[in-house]
């Protein structure tokens, strides 16, 4: 049984006939760049709750319910790549993949009210994450299928929520 369950999680991320050392640190690099992310969105979270004190919470549920996944299938694509054999097409998807990260992380903590430079950053992180996809799909098919959700749902609530922040500041009488 202990077998099999080594067996499944080494398919799950690539990592027959790797090392040791290896898995472990591709999986050290992913778990930075996951508690990277975490920090950005606790920081987002907490300067929301300043700002505005009825809504965060509502927010901050929507916005872990949607971007947990997808920063998880994200993190194991990107393990799955680095766990391939070494290519220039591995070199360049794990390029990619963190570009999606720095991006990520800098339209999160851009002011909400520098709403032209949020958008650039998520657009990037979307570009990039397009060129991630094709990239990935080069070396592994499954990594470039877990990115996916990233892409469609990114895509999606990045204008859902540029929209919510833009009609959250204007003021109304109701």
Not at 95 to 106: D, E
Request: aromatic fraction near 2%; include cysteine.
């Amino acid at each position: 049984m202990p077998g099999r369950i080594v067996d499944s999680l080494q398919g799950l991320i690539n990592a027959r006939g790797r090392s040791a050392g290896h898995v472990a640190e591709g999986a050290l690099i992913c778990a930075g760049a996951v508690l990277l992310a975490a920090v950005v969105a606790a920081r987002q979270v907490g300067a929301a709750n300043t700002r505005s004190p009825q809504s965060p919470v509502a927010r901050a549920g929507l916005a872990s319910a949607v971007w947990s996944p997808l920063v998880l299938v994200m993190t194991l694509s990107g393990l799955r790549i680095w766990n391939a054999p070494p290519s220039r097409e591995r070199s360049r998807a794990l390029g990619l993949w963190g570009a999606v990260q720095l991006l990520s992380a800098v339209a999160a903590l851009v002011s909400p009210r520098r709403r032209t430079a949020q958008l650039a950053a998520a657009a990037g992180a979307l570009g990039a994450g397009v060129g991630y996809a094709a990239s990935a799909g080069k070396v592994d098919a499954a990594s470039a299928a877990l990115v996916s959700p990233y892409l469609g749902l990114g895509s999606v609530t990045g204008l859902i929520g540029s929209q919510l922040r833009r009609h959250a500041e204007r003021r109304t009488i109701h």
